[in-house]
């Protein structure tokens, strides 16, 4: 899934009539001051990263002048929240309020179709609410092809305790819209944590929280979003481009996670990095588990299914970018994908990756073919000549060990050459 | 009459066939390939691309494959990376040769 910064999840809110407190985005110290000037009174500082507990890691910071403001803007700048670095600061005006909901939209699996979740006890641990007065939590699994009627919103607010009808009122109308803007954007969540209700009676999302479907950002390039994998850090440049393989060409699935992007992860437990490509989870877990035994680890992981054989030069284009590799293994699962096409696709980057020896690489390879065009595939390594290099195994049918096994018997006879 | 075929797959990549070197080509292969059928050939024996390819096409790579192993070549689809050439580019600027590049 995609996850939104707060400040473009306001945008989206803001879109579909949702009000927000008033601010902007600064990338400095000074922009801080300024947007605080601009707004007047006292402000809010939010750092803008992809993790939630912000307020409790003390990184939300109050200011009553646009002095204090840049004064904490320079302390946010220096930090990191929850592994992230600070970079942008959402400044805001301060909205004081009387009472604080939570709403969410959300895709819930269990029941196969959205679910929203309101809450008269929003804030900042709203997991704890579920545990203590349920009364103050209710779901209502709205049907997805009628979508949510502003009457069935304000019977779902009416059902908590203690609620007026003006508050019934202007926080239906908050989830009717919050439901238009999980369903309009494709979203798995949709969450505003707290809503502040004034004592004006006006409702205002003070955050906001949006997850939209990795599988259909492609159908929002207005959003201008990278299909990153979140992977709890900041996103690094190779998982970008991997992202845009699937903006491109949205056909089939495409995953693309680096696990050690610098290799110093690599080094601290003494392994041989290697660039791995695999589909489907259980033979990746089983393949990495066989390749650590033997010393090697994988620094990414991939998965794609069904995708047309150009996706799959991409990717392979992308792994074997990886600097720090000393090697590379594909291995598919006992798989009912279409084997050729996979071939067809790393024979084509190793072709352009390798032009002077026609795909045969400087590091060791194993590719390993089991399941639908298994055969052709080993076939066509054979056809073009690269089966035949000292540093690739290409093999049939065989289990991840004795794959791993392979890889491992290759890699020490090329570091004994190498020496 | 241009010796030159472009056309954008859906995958966005650019095929081109380059007719010079189909004239010379006794297999034919890309034809036999494609599994939706969308290279054909004209009366004068050269291959001729469906207009559905920018759609229809499956970016199996069947044709740019046949045609190096049993053609002569002139069929190639180039796929544009430009961001991975450009952190490519940024890395060599650090000092960090990628694999195949060393």
């Given amino acids: 899934m995609v996850r939104l910064y707060e400040y473009q999840g306001k945008e989206l809110f803001r879109k579909k009539g949702i009000k927000t407190p008033k601010g902007s985005v600064a990338k400095t110290p000074e922009e801080a001051r300024k947007i605080a000037e601009e707004i007047g009174g006292k402000t809010v500082l939010k750092p803008q990263i992809l993790a939630g507990g912000r307020g409790l890691a003390g990184a939300i910071k109050f200011a009553e002048s646009p002095a204090e403001a840049e004064k904490a803007a320079r302390e946010l700048f220096g930090m990191e929240v929850r592994g992230f670095p600070v970079k942008e600061i959402l400044v805001e005006e301060f909205v004081p309020h009387e009472k604080s909901y939570y709403l969410s939209v959300l895709s819930y699996h269990g029941e196969r179709k959205p679910v929203c979740i309101v809450s008269s006890m929003g804030g900042v641990e709203i997991e704890e609410v579920a545990e203590k007065p349920p009364d103050y939590i209710v779901q209502y699994p709205p049907n997805i092809l009628k979508g949510l009627k502003t009457y069935e919103a304000y019977n779902v607010v009416r059902k908590l305790p203690n609620v007026s009808s003006g508050e019934v009122r202007a926080v239906g109308d908050v989830l009717k819209r919050l439901y238009d803007v999980y369903r309009g954007y494709d979203c798995k969540l949709a969450e505003i944590n707290p809503l502040a209700l004034t004592s004006k009676g006006e409702a205002i999302a003070l955050d906001a929280r949006v997850q939209i479907d990795d599988d259909a950002v492609y159908r929002h390039p207005e959003l201008g979003l990278a299909a990153v994998e979140e992977a709890g850090r900041p996103e690094t440049e190779l998982e970008v481009i991997a992202g845009k393989i699937n903006m491109e060409d949205p056909r089939g699935v495409l995953h693309f996670v680096q696990s050690d992007p610098d290799g110093s992860y690599s080094k601290q437990i003494n392994a041989v990095p290697v660039g791995f490509y695999s589909t489907g989870t259980g033979s990746t877990l089983t393949s990495i588990d066989e390749l650590a035994k033997r010393g090697y680890f994988a620094v990414n992981t991939t998965d794609t299914a069904l995708v047309p054989a150009s996706k799959i030069y991409k990717l392979t284009k992308v792994i074997l970018s990886q600097p720090h590799i000393e090697g590379f293994v594909f291995i598919s699962p006992h798989s009912s994908q279409q084997l050729l096409l996979y071939a067809r696709g790393m024979i084509k980057a190793l072709k352009e990756l390798y032009p002077e020896t026609g795909g045969k690489p400087n590091i060791p390879m194993v590719f390993c073919f089991r399941g639908g065009w298994d055969k052709e595939a080993v076939e066509l390594f054979k056809k073009h000549g690269i089966a035949d290099s000292p540093l690739v195994k290409v093999l049939w049918r065989v289990t991840e060990a004795e794959a791993a096994e392979e890889f491992d018997k290759l890699y020490r006879r090329w570091k004994q050459n190498v020496k | ?102």
């Fill in chain 2, 1 to 102: 009459m241009s010796s030159k075929i472009e056309v954008e797959t859906p995958g966005k990549g650019r095929l081109t066939i380059n007719l010079e070197a189909c004239k010379t080509c006794e297999s034919k292969a890309c034809t036999k390939a494609c599994p939706v059928n969308l290279i054909k050939l004209d009366e004068a024996g050269l291959p001729v691309l469906d207009e559905k390819t920018s759609k229809v096409c499956t970016d199996c790579l069947a044709c740019e494959d046949a045609c190096s192993l049993e053609g002569k070549g002139g069929l190639t689809i180039v796929y544009p990376m430009p961001e991975l050439e450009q952190h490519v580019q940024k890395l060599e600027a650090e000092g960090v040769k990628v694999v195949w590049r060393r």
